[in-house]
């Protein structure tokens, strides 16, 4: 499905994608919040009640609470995937792309667990306001639906033109389950 022209929050607002999908994530099932910027979506987690890991480079945005699991880490300095054997009822991405993680992403999803994606994409070097705009940080059309194919179930997709604050943008979304049956939707 294309999405042309809907309209995406503010940096501290969760996602409307993000927001849309986190029911479908098992009841207190711990979610990992993966490039977590000032931690919008752990925040999000955490009302839920679900215990949140959130990894970033930078951590100093993001404050300790109870059931919350901060890890600073390089995810891009080619040191080893940093939750080697953790699983994850929920993992949330947004606006992040290293291309490399989405094995381990997928090995970190617990059984009927749900990956919530959401980053730029191909045609979003066009919009001068917008960054990124190096086709190495932009997923390719479809690469979502490629990456998980024969490995998680779509629930759903996206990708189009989107308006934001900052001016128009290409995104690229998906939520997709490790199940081998229906998924409540």
Known sequence: ???????IAGPDTPSAWVVRFAPLIPPQGEVLDLAAGAGRHSRLFLRQGHKVTAIDRDVSLLTPAPGFEILQADLEDGSPWPLP??????????????????????DALADNGLLIYETF????????????RNPEHLLQPNELLDIVHGELSVIAFEQGIVTRSKGPAVIQRIAAAKTYGPHRI
Not at 1 to 7: A, E, G, L, S
Not at 86 to 97: C, D, E, H, M
Not at 125 to 130: D, G, H, R
């Open 1 to 7: 499905m294309r999405c042309k022209h809907k309209i």
């Open 85 to 106: 054997g953790r699983k994850f009822a929920g993992i949330v991405v947004t606006n992040y792309l290293h291309r490399p993680l989405f094995v381990h992403l997928i």
């Open 121 to 132: 994409a191909h045609g979003n070097e066009t919009y001068a306001l917008t960054s990124p």
